[in-house]
């Protein structure tokens, strides 16, 4: 079918369209927090990089620690009302940040409290919305819904990062991080509104025992497991680099909070280009081009780490966001096409838990790194780490080998 009867067809569709706002709305929040957090805990007095390493840190790790329990709740309760409750705890996450930030009272304990609450709300979030995707969207549509939702999700943070960026320098981080804790309460309303359905796996069943299940599904697909050491590894230096080393380097070379935000909308603005040829492009190896891809996580690390122009970082940081979310929609579908939907929760949470589980690490000795080598060296060195990821998957025969099920099945038609 071609693209635009199937982008017809969504658009038709009233429960994928409030879940399309839905998901827009709360990745317009999402996108408020990385420079109203990072420069809002910048301008604290004695604040430095080991503080908002510390701040993030606290916002991650309950994030990876509770990725697991997220995914076997979203398999057992209604998705849409995990989703919901994940999002309005989000809220109050962000928007307490802000009013500590306003009233000028940030004890760094509370600080890392709010954020660890956000984190948690992610481990609920993700895993649920992964999860009623395939609840919503017919199997012939869903590379067409996942890049729907990925063009929502860019656009909004493309708005979010050029609007967070104008608030905090003309009004602070505090109100940027209230206005993202107000963005996440719209989506959970929004949220309301989807169809409840209920759990896909059986409520009297052990959660113990559905983990076993979830990781056996997961363990069972080299690609699958293989990309997500890859990814581990990826993230984890993309979180110093752009939690820490990168506003550390902005701060001082790049004209601060309104260069870092450009570099940010930079990718932003990639990412809608991502979608846009996810929308019309199914290739037939589609994880060996999604790793692939991820080259271009390098580049705006070396960049950086050689003080380039911020122009050039922003074009790195474009082709970054073409790369990543023409990934994020070829992953998506994947997943959704070779993994059984009771279990997918559960797959989703562990290619989280997996995925983000040294993103601590990373932001815990990135101010350490900063301090003994200078951000310049340590972003070098991410870059380089980044390479070296990226040729560890694609060693791997099943990350080159497996075909598009789109494909397979046409070419059964064919023959037969």
């Known amino acids: 079918m071609p693209a635009s009867l199937q982008t017809r067809e969504l658009l038709a569709d009233p429960p994928f369209m409030v879940l399309l706002a839905a998901r827009t709305v709360s990745m317009l929040g999402m996108a408020f927090a990385p420079v109203a957090l990072a420069f809002g805990v910048l301008a604290m007095p004695g604040a430095d990089a080991g503080t908002l390493s510390i701040v993030l840190a606290a916002q991650t790790i309950p994030l990876v620690a509770f990725m697991l329990v997220g995914g076997v709740i979203a398999d057992r309760y209604p998705r849409a009302l995990v989703l919901r409750w994940g999002q309005i705890v989000a809220a109050a996450a962000w928007a307490s940040i802000g009013i500590m930030m306003l009233s000028g009272h940030t004890p760094l304990w509370l600080l890392c409290l709010a954020a660890a609450f956000a984190g948690l709300a992610g481990a609920t979030v993700y895993p649920a919305l992964s999860g009623i995707i395939p609840d919503l969207v017919p199997p012939h549509l869903l590379q067409q819904g996942n890049a729907w939702l990925s063009m929502g999700a860019s656009a909004a943070r493309f708005v979010g990062l050029v609007a967070s960026g104008a608030v905090v320098v003309w009004l602070g981080g505090g109100w940027a991080m209230v206005g993202a804790g107000t963005l996440y309460l719209v989506s959970a309303v929004l949220s309301g509104f989807l169809p409840r359905g209920g759990s896909l796996a059986q409520p009297e069943e052990n959660p113990l025992r559905q983990l076993r299940d979830g990781w056996s599904e997961f363990r069972s697909r080299q690609w699958l497991f293989v990309c997500v050491i890859q990814w581990a590894v990826l993230l984890m230096v993309l979180q110093a680099s752009q939690g820490v080393l990168g506003p550390v380097?902005?701060?001082?070379?790049?004209?601060?909070?309104?260069?870092?935000?450009?570099?940010?909308?930079?990718?932003?603005?990639?990412?809608?280009?991502?979608?846009?040829?996810?929308?019309?492009?199914?290739?037939?190896?589609?994880?060996?081009?999604?790793?692939?891809?991820?080259?271009?996580?390098?580049?705006?690390?070396?960049?950086?780490?050689?003080?380039?122009?911020?122009?050039?970082?922003?074009?790195?940081?474009?082709?970054?966001?073409?790369?990543?979310?023409?990934?994020?929609?070829?992953?998506?579908?994947?997943?959704?096409?070779?993994?059984?939907?009771?279990?997918?929760?559960?797959?989703?949470?562990?290619?989280?838990?997996?995925?983000?589980?040294?993103?601590?690490?990373?932001?815990?000795?990135?101010?350490?790194?900063?301090?003994?080598?200078?951000?310049?060296?340590?972003?070098?060195?991410?870059?380089?780490?980044?390479?070296?990821?990226?040729?560890?998957?694609?060693?791997?025969?099943?990350?080159?080998?497996?075909?598009?099920?789109?494909?397979?099945?046409?070419?059964?038609?064919e023959a037969a």
Do not use: C, K, N
Not at 347 to 355: F, I, P, Q, R
Not at 378 to 405: H, K, N, P, Q, Y
């Open 249 to 413: 380097v902005a701060q001082a070379e790049l004209g601060g909070a309104r260069g870092w935000t450009a570099v940010l909308a930079s990718e932003a603005v990639g990412a809608i280009v991502g979608v846009v040829i996810a929308m019309v492009w199914r290739p037939r190896r589609p994880i060996l081009v999604a790793t692939l891809l991820t080259f271009t996580a390098a580049a705006p690390q070396l960049l950086l780490g050689f003080s380039a122009p911020l122009w050039v970082v922003m074009v790195a940081m474009f082709l970054m966001g073409v790369g990543f979310d023409l990934f994020g929609v070829l992953w998506m579908t994947t997943m959704q096409h070779e993994v059984p939907a009771e279990s997918l929760s559960r797959v989703a949470s562990y290619d989280a838990l997996g995925s983000l589980m040294l993103g601590p690490l990373g932001l815990l000795l990135a101010g350490p790194a900063a301090a003994v080598f200078g951000p310049h060296l340590a972003l070098i060195g991410t870059g380089v780490v980044s390479i070296v990821t990226t040729l560890f998957a694609l060693s791997f025969a099943d990350v080159r080998r497996l075909r598009s099920r789109t494909h397979v099945a046409a070419e059964v038609a």
